[in-house]
């Protein structure tokens, strides 16, 4: 009896969940015109259609399928004993706007975030739309480098219900009708050492690190901190730091590293702490231990007392050291290494009877490859005559900064990139590719406006102007033309400069020029003094290279000068000294020395009793740190001229762009000199476009009695902007004040100094 009514209850069931119906209609509770395609697609498939028979099973299979659209968040459904199904569609609501909103320091772009959603406004939501659209934001995050990111939005799903609820993010209120995908990027707030490692100085393992953590770049004054997304960790720079952490000692294979959420009120974004943890390094399994000698092995580049020195800083010879001591001393001779340019060198560290023996592997260079671009149009040699390190050489970074200075030196390149490639443990090859700059030339000059009197306005312009052609055959050829205009003092000169280094693959540059200068009344600044109306020169100048950086300069002028009395002067004039350049630009220096100092003389070819000799010296210094370059000029000169009362009478000059900004151009003249400039540059822009606010200071004096130098000076000082502008180099104005607090406008191209 059981049984049969066992049977008899599974068939009815069955029967019921099977049961079958006529569809005489079909209808919808709410538009869904929106949806309508893919609804209508969906029952078709299942063969809910008008006129067909339909069982249970069926239309609850089809309602499975169309809750997959996204638009819906729930779908119900009547069907009477008519045949008349009724479907019940709840919608999702109805977005009539998106926003993005970021926690933090748009690491990304607004518009670039909209750009990757896709979401249909004016009809529900669509839910598959609105995943594809966080996950798109995410992606985007991820292939910029940034994985610690959070996003989340006002869209709320609790139980059967999915709303929008109305905010306020970033003092911005939105309603219920407005989705807002909200972004909160994190970035790394600070370092937590625990465990053995919390024995270690926090402070010291940061800076070692190299990371603007929040915490610090918060505390800083706002014109030295870095940009604000320097403090976010990106892949690249987590890579950073675990390369910084491989290269500190303290750290052992089980050291732990993480990354922990924390909450900082004052931050909009979200915060992060590096957090390592784990055991120090082992040198010695138990601790103290005596160290009765120290030794090194392997050493080749360092006197091994300074090895010493600091190793026994930490380590005193038969005294109970600890295994942090070790540690220690192990860092610093890592230091003394590190500091003196061999960053590549390799020492490890052991403990054996009472003796400390640590074992140095001084990497070599291996390979150097040169690659130079499809387009590149610099001859091999003067590119290879520029790569200052060489294979077989213990590896030392210095060797790869002057590298780098050399080539920029140039003005020829606008980069370089160099590879450094493992070619075995104690062997480190370097690819280097020059990237050559394509701009067509360089402007340089300047102009500044004095008040004329009793004539017209535009005769108070005083200029200089230069266009420098660089390398445009490739053989290390500087071409310029260069022009002066002094309407008030009534005087204007051309000329054209020539410079080519490493001269058909020697150690030789050489610069040769030609200059005329034309002045109806010969009242006009020249080197002889004033009294003559056009003077044409000729010169050459040889420059040897004994060392990197390092020359021995020449010069050859021969000067015809036609005075106003219609006479002709022929003067014969030269130099020699010895220079050193190490500046990385010769256009917008930030680091370098310069160093100059040259005899020099001249003579008056018919009488040699009337001549000239004396000594210039000028040195120069640019220093950056964070955003700010500083640089400096002193430049010192005297003169001896055998009669002063003869037409060959040479003078120095200060004045102008190059020298003291805001006055004339050789607003003083004389046989002694003395200038010092110093710019205090700030880096607002570092785009297509670079531009620099500028606070400076010039002082200059040209006087026959030395004495008087101090006495009777000229000043500028004040502030300006310069930027550069492709195909043209830099270009600057400002406002300045001179002794007597008279304010007055300048312009430039180029550098000052």
Same mark, same amino acid.
Not at 190 to 200: A, H, T, W
Not at 261 to 267: A, G, K, L, Q
Not at 725 to 746: C, R, S
């Given at each position: ?21 006529? =569809? ?84 990304? /772009?607004? !518009? ?15 839910? /598959? ?5 966080? @996950? ?89 901190? %870095? ?14 730091? =675990? ?15 993480? $990354? ?5 009120? !004052? ?24 160290? /009765? ?56 560290? @052991?403990?054996?009877?009472? +003796?400390?023996?640590? !074992?140095?592997?001084? %990497? ?30 213990? $590896? ?10 050399? $080539? ?11 590879? %450094? ?9 370097? @690819?280097?590719? %020059? ?7 360089? #402007? ?21 102007? !230069?266009?420098?052609? =660089? ?98 002067? &022929? ?9 050193? /350049? ?27 009793? &009337? ?6 010296? +000028? ?33 120095? &000059? ?18 002694? #000199?003395?200038?010092?400039?110093? +710019? ?36 500028? $000082? ?36």
């Amino acid at each position: 009896m059981k049984k049969h009514f066992l049977l008899f209850a599974i068939f009815f069931i069955a029967g019921f969940a099977f049961s079958i119906t006529l =569809l005489n209609d079909i209808s919808y509770n709410v538009d869904i015109s929106y949806a309508a395609t893919d609804v209508e697609r969906v029952l078709t498939n299942y063969g809910i259609q008008e006129g067909t028979y339909v069982g249970d099973i069926d239309i609850r299979l089809a309602i499975q399928e169309i809750l997959k659209s996204g638009y819906f968040t729930s779908v119900s459904y009547n069907l009477d004993e008519n045949g008349n199904l009724e479907l019940i569609f709840k919608p999702n609501p109805i977005v009539t706007n998106y926003e993005v909103e970021i926690l933090g320091d748009e690491l990304i /772009n607004k !518009e670039n975030i909209r750009s990757s959603i896709s979401i249909n406004t004016n009809i529900p939501l669509n839910l /598959n739309d609105f995943q594809t659209s966080m @996950k798109n934001i995410q992606d985007l995050y991820i292939k910029n480098g940034y994985q610690f990111v959070d996003i989340y939005s006002n869209l709320k799903m609790t139980g059967d219900e999915i709303t929008l609820e109305a905010t306020e993010i970033n003092n911005k209120e939105y309603s219920s009708d407005t989705l807002v995908f909200i972004v909160k990027e994190y970035s790394l707030w600070d370092l937590e050492l625990r465990g053995e490692l919390s024995q270690l100085d926090k402070e010291d393992i940061k800076e070692r690190i190299g990371f603007d953590f929040r915490k610090d770049w918060n505390s800083k004054f706002f014109l030295f901190r %870095p940009n604000a997304k320097e403090t976010y960790p990106s892949f690249q720079k987590v890579q950073n730091i =675990l390369n910084s952490l491989n290269q500190i000692p303290f750290f052992s294979a089980d050291t732990n590293l993480r $990354f922990e959420v924390t909450e900082i009120e !004052e931050n909009e974004g979200g915060e992060l702490l590096l957090v390592l943890e784990g055991n120090l390094r082992k040198i010695v399994p138990e601790d103290p231990v005596i160290i /009765n000698k120290i030794s090194f092995i392997g050493n080749e580049s360092l006197e091994e007392f300074r090895l010493n020195e600091v190793v026994n800083e930490f380590v005193p010879l038969g005294n109970p050291v600890s295994n942090l001591d070790l540690l220690y001393a192990y860092d610093n001779l890592q230091k003394v290494y590190y500091d003196n340019g061999y960053i590549y060198t390799l020492i490890t560290p @052991k403990y054996q009877d009472n +003796e400390l023996i640590f !074992e140095i592997t001084e %990497p070599k260079v291996g390979d150097v490859e040169i690659t130079q671009e499809a387009t590149a149009k610099t001859k091999p040699y003067i590119v290879e005559s520029l790569v200052k390190i060489k294979p077989g050489e213990v $590896f030392n970074q210095q060797k790869l900064q002057d590298t780098y200075t050399s $080539f920029m030196g140039t003005g020829f390149f606008k980069d370089i990139k160099i590879q %450094p490639i493992q070619q075995a443990e104690d062997v480190i090859g370097f @690819k280097i590719t %020059p990237i050559e700059s394509g701009k067509l030339g360089k #402007l340089m000059g300047g102009v500044t406006w004095t008040l004329p009197e009793d004539q017209e306005w535009y005769q108070g312009f005083t200029g200089e102007l !230069e266009v420098q052609f =660089l390398n445009p055959f490739g053989y290390g050829q500087t071409f310029s033309l260069n022009s002066a205009l002094n309407p008030m003092r009534n005087y204007y000169s051309v000329g054209f400069d020539y410079d080519v280094i490493k001269l058909a693959g020697s150690n030789l540059n050489l610069g040769a020029g030609i200059h005329y200068t034309v002045s109806e009344d010969g009242e006009y600044y020249s080197n002889i003094g004033g009294y003559a109306t056009n003077y044409l020169s000729l010169s050459v100048a040889p420059r040897y290279s004994i060392q990197d950086f390092s020359y021995i300069t020449s010069s050859f002028t021969y000067n015809n000068y036609k005075l106003v009395d219609e006479s002709n002067l &022929n003067v014969l004039s030269g130099s020699a000294g010895y220079l050193y /350049n190490s500046l990385d630009s010769p256009y917008r220096p930030h680091n370098g020395q310069y160093f100059q100092i040259n005899g020099i003389g001249g003579v008056e070819t018919s009488n040699t009793d &009337n001549y000239y000799i004396g000594a210039t010296t +000028e040195g120069k210094l640019f220093y950056s740190f964070y955003k700010f370059t500083l640089g400096s000029r002193l430049k010192l000169g005297t003169v001896y001229n055998s009669n002063s009362d003869s037409n060959l009478n040479y003078q120095f &000059n200060v004045g102008g762009m190059y020298s003291v900004r805001t006055s004339d151009f050789y607003a003083q003249e004389g046989e002694n #000199l003395l200038l010092f400039n110093t +710019e205090l540059a700030y880096e607002l822009a570092t785009s297509q476009v670079p531009l620099d606010l500028i606070a400076y200071f010039d002082y200059g004096s040209a006087q026959d009695d030395v004495s008087k130098l101090f006495d009777d000076s000229i000043l500028s $000082f004040g502030g300006g902007l310069r930027f550069t502008v492709p195909l043209l180099g830099q270009i600057g104005f400002g406002y300045g004040w001179d002794e007597a607090l008279n304010g007055k406008v300048w312009f430039g191209f180029g550098q000052t100094f």
